[in-house]
């Protein structure tokens, strides 16, 4: 039996580099950097409760929604590896967007999620991740 290709057409893919993974995206959450908040308030403050800011930015996990492909594996859980995500090639543009990050995958939906919202009767079948950066690597590199 042949299992159809979905795709949304928007394009954008990702690659897992230990789990020789290349999916299809239908939505990646931003990519944050934050710098911790720390209170700095004492026992004589009277009046509004100070802060001071950290120095090391701290990247947060990406999560990543992607069509479901029936013959091919789970991707690898707890391995560092790198994951790139290759935008969409913009309008006039010779090199699309990427963002190449190393870290792990730490969660898998591995179960399909269908979705019927656009009206068909078989509807997308999705699987999501979650990947947490170890630090060690977080690049961008802007369309051009």
């Known amino acids: 039996m042949t299992i159809a290709t979905l ?3 928007h394009g954008a893919t990702i690659a897992l580099s230990v789990s020789s993974l290349t999916l299809r995206v239908t939505s990646i959450s931003s990519a944050k950097k934050t710098i911790p908040v720390i209170d700095s308030s004492y026992h004589l403050t009277t009046s509004l409760a100070t802060k001071i ?34 935008g969409p090639l ?19 939906e591995d179960s399909p999620q269908y979705d019927t919202s656009t009206g068909g009767s078989a509807g997308l079948q999705m699987k999501s991740l979650t990947f947490t950066p170890d630090g060690t690597t977080h690049t961008h590199t802007p369309a051009a």
């Open 53 to 86: 800011f950290g120095d090391l930015a701290d990247a947060q996990p990406v999560t990543i929604t992607y069509q479901n492909s029936p013959s091919l594996a789970s991707p690898a859980i707890g391995t560092v590896q790198t994951l790139t995500i290759t």
């Open 7 to 9: 795709d949304t057409m």
């Open 90 to 108: 913009p309008s006039g543009a010779s090199t699309a967007e990427i963002m190449s990050i190393t870290g792990a995958v730490t969660d898998v």
